[in-house]
């Protein structure tokens, strides 16, 4: 079974420009999760689909968005990119459903903000 | 609310020596658990997992966690360190039904040989 992939791993963005990240999860599974991880802050949660649908959103500003497609995938965008915006970007998939909370996370596509 | 403590940010400790990594949580409903590991820029990888049963919990590469509820403790053990070991290590917890676990700030583990 493919686990989670992440695409691309590495991007290099300047300020103000905005940028779209993607997330194929483990077949099967419904739920897809984004993270921000920093040295700073950890790991924060940013926002959770589920069928489609946001299900659960962290504390962050408008300019994070997502969406998820029938086919379970999902996209990130950031708009107007700030230098604080440079962590790591990670993805986890799940089922989403029943007693299996257990994420499985991508690799992680690494953002540079300049 | 559901949240998680490491305590220290840091663990050095000696090849063969004994791994221990301390985990507290808070949760108002009985708690799923996890523990995760990341090598440098990658993503995160399931080490373990408590959900309900057996308090005693053994997971990959030889690492094991037990479920206190009384000392609302989670900490993660491994008998003898290997160099391969050194890698951040992060602590989770959800609440029953919830499928977005909180993450606590994780610990470096250094491994000397």
């Known amino acids: 079974k493919a686990g989670v992939t992440q695409t691309p791993r590495y991007l290099i963005k300047t300020r103000g420009q905005q940028v779209t990240l993607s997330c194929s999860p483990i077949s099967g599974h419904r739920s897809v999760s984004w993270y921000q991880q920093t040295p700073g802050q950890g790991l924060q949660f940013l926002f959770e689909?589920?069928?489609?649908?946001?299900?659960n959103k962290g504390n962050f500003p408008g300019r994070f968005s997502g969406r998820q497609f029938s086919n379970s995938r999902s996209e990130m965008n950031v708009s107007t990119l700030e230098l604080g915006d440079s962590a790591l970007y990670l993805c986890?998939?799940?089922?989403?459903?029943?007693?299996?909370?257990?994420?499985?996370f991508g690799q992680g596509t690494r953002l540079t903000v300049v | 609310a559901q949240s998680v403590t490491q305590l220290g940010s840091h663990v050095s400790v000696s090849e063969g020596a004994l791994v221990l990594l301390r985990c507290n949580y808070s949760s108002s409903v009985p708690p799923y658990l996890f523990w995760y590991v990341q090598y440098p820029n990658q993503g995160l990888q399931l080490l373990l997992k408590?959900?309900?049963?057996?308090?005693l919990v053994k997971g990959i590469n030889g690492f094991e966690a037990e479920f206190k509820k009384s000392e609302t403790s989670f900490h993660l053990t491994k008998p003898s360190a290997h160099m391969s070991d050194a890698a951040e290590y992060f602590c989770a917890v959800s609440e029953g039904g919830s499928y977005i676990p909180t993450f606590g700030r994780g610990t470096s583990l250094i491994v000397h040989p």
């Open positions: 408590y959900t309900t049963g057996a308090t």
């Open positions: 986890a998939s799940s089922p989403g459903q029943g007693q299996n909370t257990e994420a499985f």
């Open positions: 689909y589920f069928s489609e649908t946001q299900r």
